[in-house]
């Protein structure tokens, strides 16, 4: 699924417009309809609706929707907002329409002066105020009025977009200016702005509406910014031959684990060995290595030198992926271990955990990282990384973006959209996963799916693509039995083994 830009979205709208071919007011009443349906989902006929319609093409959907809620017996109030005496043309169409409409028994221009309505808890407010289309933080009036809703007991349905809240970046937008709503209906696709955890406040439950926009244009348009869904992972399976051995399923070698940390390596080496990889050697100090045997009797042990944390490089060969960091810890022979492993590793690699702390520390290290290579930061990982604090998720991202093009290397921002930054700009977001795994140990289960993956013969691009959605998908099965509250990451190691029978076969 592609996410367009607000640009973009505005295109999509007059390429169907002209394509379909239908009138850009006949497009505003399928809108209209489509939102209709959802509101009257959610709103029974005994709650009092005021409308807030803005003087653009938001502002013409809310008089629609207005309209038509009224002819289904709803108690609706209209306030459009038109000081400056200029309203877009299917705005105005749709204010001649809601003066003519008889059920209708309440509507307000206003031009001047603003008597703001009570807003009770029995009060459901329409949001029809602005959409994809607005450029800047509101100001004046409208952030007034925002503010006046936002404070009120009242339930908020938005059409398409909380009004304020900007399409993409909203680094230097002001929160108290944007619309808090109950329940966010967009039109026909999701918006950059909705898949960062900040924005999450202001947008409540959000239901995607489809109004039917024209596929060809979505189909020849490229986008930065795509959203993975199961139908686009399935051709990039691969399938175990019949004659297959564990010799050339690969061989992959993880390290990790400090003393005491020896759990990160074991969740870490059941994902890798649950990846379909045919054999797995796992480093780790001496101190481990008892409990790395009884735990993963599967994987192969090679002890450290140091009884508690690794100091020294071992020899990649032989081996066909790379899984480094979890549980590693931070000594400063481990940090000098870990940039000589990465130097004299030839394998595709996974950077993770105390990996990449290491290299937050040493900063001066990231331009020796090997091309290709994957980095699987949290947000706070990847501003050590970055080397600044960010403001917020979208200039996060840009950030991410920036520095996978620029060293060519893998970034996986984790999150609830964890983002894949490829090293041509684009950005792939994931579309698994749930608030229960929010827990310690569920990035070392990634990193070993992904190690896994690599070993089994997967290119970095769709081990990545293949392991952020197995990783949330086995989250979302167990979430059914265990909860969000009762999840721990060995759960999502349990639940791989049916996460991958529902990418490799249709349920």
Not at 13 to 42: F, G, N, Q, V
Not at 224 to 238: G, V, W
Not at 303 to 320: K, L, P, W
Not at 434 to 445: F, Q
């Amino acid at each position: 699924m592609k996410i367009f830009t607000g640009t973009q979205i505005q295109e999509l709208d007059k390429y169907t417009i002209e394509h379909e071919p239908i009138k850009s007011i006949d497009l505003m009443e399928r809108a209209a309809r489509a939102l209709t349906k959802a509101i009257t989902a959610e709103c029974s006929t005994e709650v009092k609706m005021v409308v807030f319609a803005g003087p653009g093409n938001n502002g013409g959907d809310a008089l629609a929707v207005s309209r038509m809620l009224a002819d289904r017996g709803y108690d609706i109030s209209v306030f459009l907002f038109n000081t400056k005496g200029k309203l877009s043309e299917d705005c105005a169409e749709n204010r001649k329409r809601a003066l003519e409409n008889k059920n209708i028994k309440n509507f307000i221009e206003v031009t001047k002066e603003f008597d703001p309505p009570a807003l009770t808890e029995e009060t459901v407010v329409i949001d029809g105020l602005f959409g994809t289309g607005l450029a800047k933080p509101l100001e004046s009036g409208y952030a007034s009025l925002v503010k006046y809703i936002n404070q009120a007991p009242c339930r908020v349905i938005s059409i398409d977009m909380p009004s304020g809240l900007l399409a993409e970046c909203n680094t230097y937008n002001i929160q108290a200016h944007i619309i808090r709503a109950d329940l966010t209906l967009t039109l026909h696709t999701k918006k950059l702005a909705f898949l960062f955890a900040d924005n999450q406040q202001y947008i409540g439950r959000l239901k995607v509406l489809d109004i039917g926009l024209s596929e060809e244009y979505i189909r020849k348009t490229s986008a930065s910014y795509t959203m993975q869904e199961i139908q686009d992972l399935r051709p990039l399976l691969l399938h175990r031959p019949e004659f297959s051995h564990k010799g050339n399923m690969g061989h992959a070698l993880l390290i990790a684990g400090s003393y005491g940390m020896a759990g990160a390596a074991i969740l870490a080496a059941k994902s890798c060995l649950r990846s379909g990889v045919g054999k797995l050697t796992v480093h780790t100090p001496k101190k481990n290595c008892e409990v790395m045997q009884i735990a993963v009797p599967e994987a192969v042990v090679q002890v450290d030198h140091e009884d508690t944390y690794f100091s020294d490089a071992v020899a990649a060969d032989g081996f066909d992926a790379l899984g480094i960091g979890p549980g590693l810890g931070q000594e400063e022979g481990t940090a000098i271990a870990l940039i000589a492993q990465l130097r004299r590793t030839n394998a595709p690699i996974v950077v993770d955990a105390d990996a990449l702390n290491i290299l937050a520390n040493h900063r001066t290290w990231m331009q020796q990282l090997p091309k290709n290579i994957i980095l699987t930061p949290h947000p706070k990982e990847f501003d050590r990384l970055s080397g600044s604090r960010s403001s917020d998720d979208y200039e996060r991202l840009m950030k991410a973006v920036d520095m996978s093009v620029r060293l060519q290397v893998y970034i996986i921002l984790k999150g609830h959209y964890s983002a894949l930054c490829l090293p041509d700009g684009k950005v792939v977001f994931n579309t698994t996963g749930n608030a229960g795994m929010a827990t310690a140990g569920s990035g070392d289960v990634l990193t070993g799916i992904i190690t896994g993956l690599l070993a089994r013969g997967y290119h970095q691009r769709e081990a990545c693509l293949l392991g952020m959605y197995l990783h949330g998908l086995a989250g979302d099965l167990a979430v059914h039995e265990k909860g969000k509250e009762c999840l721990i990451a060995g759960d999502l190691i349990d639940y791989l083994p049916e996460a991958f029978r529902a990418l490799y076969y249709e349920r």
